[in-house]
């Protein structure tokens, strides 16, 4: 998993003094940011400006957390009068997200950082992502939207039917599973509000599983390891 950025020193101090009250999401994005201007530092750290919709940037101050395609990245830097707030993004995220994607003119979803007390509108989204997926198929109907997006292998046994999965910043609900894939059905509100209605097929998305499920399996997978003898187990199934 991924935290996404790396901190100047004032931005990680200022983080720190918030992070016992603005370290988790909900994946209910607020709005889509656009790409103002992405500052090259090398091959391997950028600085993002992005543009937010007026009134989305209330107390936004350097140090605290945003989701940006539902990757965690810290404030850098405020524009309040201009709606811009600037994120350092390193090389590692760059390769591990779809942020490395992004130019100038693209939008992307955003989220802060949910307050205590706040409602969870979604589940609970941590903004480090696992890996990238990408859209394989699309299916449109007159009222909603069918993707099938396939992840590398190994993380499918993570993603069960009708749990909860982080696409982009986006908390949905899963429906179908196969080997290497899975099916997202989209309603109208979501592709209005969020950067998946217009994805395409091929295009990358960035995925965060569920941590419960993860923690389940990863048990489950350890306990069986060390009490049992899986490869008699797998030859014995396959009689």
């Given at each position: 998993?991924?935290?996404?950025?790396?901190?100047?020193p004032a931005?990680a101090?200022?983080?720190?003094?918030?992070?016992v009250t603005?370290m988790?999401?909900?994946?209910i994005v607020?709005?889509?940011a656009t790409?103002?201007?992405?500052?090259e530092?090398?091959?391997e750290?950028?600085t993002l400006?992005?543009g937010f919709?007026?009134?989305s940037l209330e107390?936004?101050?350097?140090?605290?957390s945003v989701?940006?395609?539902g990757t965690?990245?810290?404030i850098v830097s405020v524009?309040?009068?201009a709606g811009?707030l600037?994120?350092?993004?390193?090389?590692?995220?760059?390769?591990?997200?779809n942020?490395?994607?992004?130019?100038e003119?693209?939008?992307?979803?955003f989220?802060?950082a949910?307050r205590?007390?706040d409602?969870?509108?979604?589940?609970t989204?941590?903004?480090?992502?696992?890996?990238?997926g990408f859209i394989?198929?699309?299916?449109r109907?007159?009222?909603n939207v069918?993707?099938q997006v396939?992840?590398?292998?190994?993380w499918?046994?993570?993603?069960l039917?009708?749990?909860f999965?982080?696409v982009?910043g986006i908390?949905l609900?899963v429906?179908e599973?196969?080997s290497?894939?899975?099916?997202l059905?989209l309603?109208?509100?979501t592709l209005?509000?969020?950067?998946?209605?217009?994805?395409?097929?091929?295009?990358?998305?960035?995925?965060e599983i569920?941590s419960q499920?993860?923690?389940i399996?990863?048990?489950?997978e350890?306990?069986?390891?060390?009490?049992?003898d899986?490869e008699?187990?797998?030859?014995?199934?396959?009689?």
């Amino acid at each position: 998993a991924l935290r996404a950025a790396g901190r100047r020193p004032a931005a990680a101090a200022a983080h720190r003094r918030r992070s016992v009250t603005r370290m988790v999401f909900t994946g209910i994005v607020q709005g889509q940011a656009t790409v103002k201007k992405i500052l090259e530092n090398g091959s391997e750290f950028r600085t993002l400006h992005l543009g937010f919709p007026a009134g989305s940037l209330e107390g936004a101050q350097v140090g605290a957390s945003v989701a940006i395609n539902g990757t965690c990245l810290t404030i850098v830097s405020v524009d309040a009068a201009a709606g811009v707030l600037a994120f350092d993004v390193i090389g590692e995220t760059l390769d591990k997200t779809n942020l490395g994607d992004l130019q100038e003119g693209h939008v992307a979803n955003f989220e802060r950082a949910a307050r205590i007390g706040d409602e969870i509108g979604g589940h609970t989204v941590s903004g480090h992502i696992h890996t990238k997926g990408f859209i394989r198929e699309v299916e449109r109907t007159e009222q909603n939207v069918r993707y099938q997006v396939e992840v590398p292998p190994g993380w499918t046994k993570y993603v069960l039917p009708k749990g909860f999965i982080a696409v982009d910043g986006i908390s949905l609900t899963v429906g179908e599973v196969a080997s290497n894939t899975f099916n997202l059905y989209l309603i109208p509100e979501t592709l209005r509000v969020t950067t998946l209605g217009a994805k395409e097929k091929g295009s990358s998305v960035n995925i965060e599983i569920d941590s419960q499920t993860q923690t389940i399996v990863d048990t489950i997978e350890c306990y069986m390891r060390e009490n049992f003898d899986l490869e008699k187990l797998a030859k014995t199934a396959a009689k």
